[in-house]
Structures are given as structure tokens and as C-alpha cells.
Nanobody, 121 residues
Framework: QVQLVESGGGLVQAGESLRLSCVASGRIFRISAMAWYRQAQGMQRELVASVFSGGNANYLDSVKGRFTISRDDAKNTVSLQMNSLKPEDTAVYYC???????????????WGEGILVTVSS
């Protein structure tokens, strides 16, 4: 099994910054994509940013230029630096990793439990 644990959430004012981190542990042979999703109250979960093992990253249009995703494969971590936060960024943020637990096995998606980010106006 693989566990993902997020940290770094909290309450900030509009315009401030937060850095989310997620560490994966357990039976890990290789991690393919790592990503951050978010779900605001009453809304569907949406993909915020993703990064592949080669370093290519993709972002939700509304966070481009404000958020930066990065990963450290040696530590099995993924981070999300969030700058110029807006009230509409308020949500529970989830870490996701596509993990191969052993050679010649399929990738499986694992999720963290989520961490709350609240941005006040």
C-alpha cells in the first residue's frame, strides 16, 4: 500500500502565499504523474496542477502564473507553491500520485486525505 500525506494548508489573506507539500510512502517502485486537485464546497473536484517524471507540468488556467508545482523524486514528494492567493482559491486540496509498486505491474492512483486552504478577502 501507498500513503500520501499533505501538509502546509491554513488560513491566509488575499494576496499572500502558501506552500503545500505531499509525501508518498509505502511500497513504491516508481511514481509517474503527481498532481494537486482541489474541491471547493459544493463544487466538483478539479485538477490544479500536475507534473510528470520528466518534469513537464500542466496548470489550471486560473492558477497559471501564480502556482508552481515541483517534485523531488528522491524524497517522493510533490509541492505546490501558491502565490497571490485569491478567495476563489479556497478549497480542500488533494495530492494524487500514480504509483507502480513493483516492476511489471500496473500504475495505481493514490490520494491523500486533503488539506484545507482558506483565503480571506
Amino acid at each position: 500500500q501507498v500513503q500520501l500525506v499533505e501538509s502546509g494548508g491554513g488560513l491566509v489573506q488575499a494576496g499572500e502565499s502558501l506552500r503545500l507539500s505531499c509525501v508518498a510512502s509505502g511500497r513504491i517502485f516508481r511514481i509517474s504523474a503527481m498532481a494537486w486537485y482541489r474541491q471547493a464546497q459544493g463544487m466538483q473536484r478539479e485538477l490544479v496542477a500536475s507534473v510528470f517524471s520528466g518534469g513537464n507540468a500542466n496548470y489550471l488556467d486560473s492558477v497559471k502564473g501564480r502556482f508552481t508545482i515541483s517534485r523531488d523524486d528522491a524524497k517522493n514528494t510533490v509541492s505546490l507553491q501558491m502565490n497571490s492567493l485569491k478567495p476563489e482559491d479556497t478549497a480542500v486540496y488533494y495530492c494524487k500520485a500514480d504509483v507502480q509498486s513493483a516492476p511489471n505491474t500496473a500504475l495505481m492512483a493514490y490520494w491523500g486525505e486533503g488539506i484545507l486552504v482558506t483565503v480571506s478577502s
